[in-house]
């Protein structure tokens, strides 16, 4: 069953400007992992943060978890067009099968 | 990094055909696949896990005898859609772990079904 909710559903900014989105999920996790899709495509692995850490970079991309309030935050910043896709989150929980997120929907206005 | 690739990438049928997609494992052994399907504009929900050489494990709520799933190697898995019918039109996801408890999966690029 699915876990995570995002907030926001959808996300336009121009181009330049931050982009965050969260993720809320209810039971206990081994790692929760942000994904982005491009509109008909699979799926790209962004970054992995495990249940023990608090925070994580990856380029332009900034992870938060707070397992206490069950909720993760992914940054993007400086945002470009490249970046206009969806972004799930996904938690990784019992017997290591993903639990994914709605998604957030996010277009970067050129 | 590990390549996942999926075949047909896009198909059309007919009502109560069967189609058959291929999810391999370009350059690693998958010990564990999985299927995931996925509604316009929405999440993917997880259909079923296989593990190379046993039988396939089901999601609450999917057909078994629906959905078909093979894992005869190490790098392929097939999911048969069998009589499929217009509600069965989805775009279906595989992807892959190297061992059952690892944390990364690559996921293939996705299938989009549309039965007519």
């Known amino acids: 069953s699915q876990q995570g909710e995002e907030d926001p559903q959808a996300l336009s900014i121009q181009e330049g400007e931050n982009a965050t989105m969260n993720c809320s999920y209810k039971?206990?996790?081994?790692?929760l992992q942000w994904y982005r899709q491009n509109s008909g495509r699979g799926l790209v692995h962004l970054i992995l943060i495990r249940s023990n850490e608090r925070e994580k970079h990856s380029g332009r991309l900034r992870v938060t978890l707070d397992t206490s309030k069950k909720s993760s935050s992914l940054l993007i910043t400086a945002s470009r067009a490249a970046d206009t896709a969806s972004y799930f989150c996904a938690t990784d929980a019992i017997d290591y099968k993903l639990s994914f997120g709605a998604g957030t929907t996010v277009t970067v206005r050129a | 990094g590990a390549v996942v690739s999926q075949h047909p990438s896009r198909v059309i049928c007919k009502s109560g055909t069967s189609v058959k997609i291929e999810c391999r494992s370009l350059?690693?052994?998958?010990?564990?696949m999985f299927w995931y399907r996925q509604f316009p504009k929405k999440s993917l929900m997880l259909m079923a896990t296989s593990n190379e050489g046993s039988k396939a494990t089901y999601e609450q709520g999917v057909e078994k005898d629906k959905f078909l799933i093979n894992h005869a190697s190490l790098t392929l898995s097939t999911l048969t859609v069998t009589s499929a019918h217009p509600e069965d039109s989805s775009f279906y996801i595989c992807?892959?772990?190297?061992?059952?408890?690892?944390?990364?999966?690559?996921f293939g690029p996705g299938t989009r079904l549309t039965v007519l």
């Open positions: 039971t206990s996790i081994n790692n």
């Open positions: 350059d690693f052994q998958a010990t564990t």
């Open positions: 992807s892959a772990r190297t061992q059952p408890s690892t944390d990364t999966q690559y």
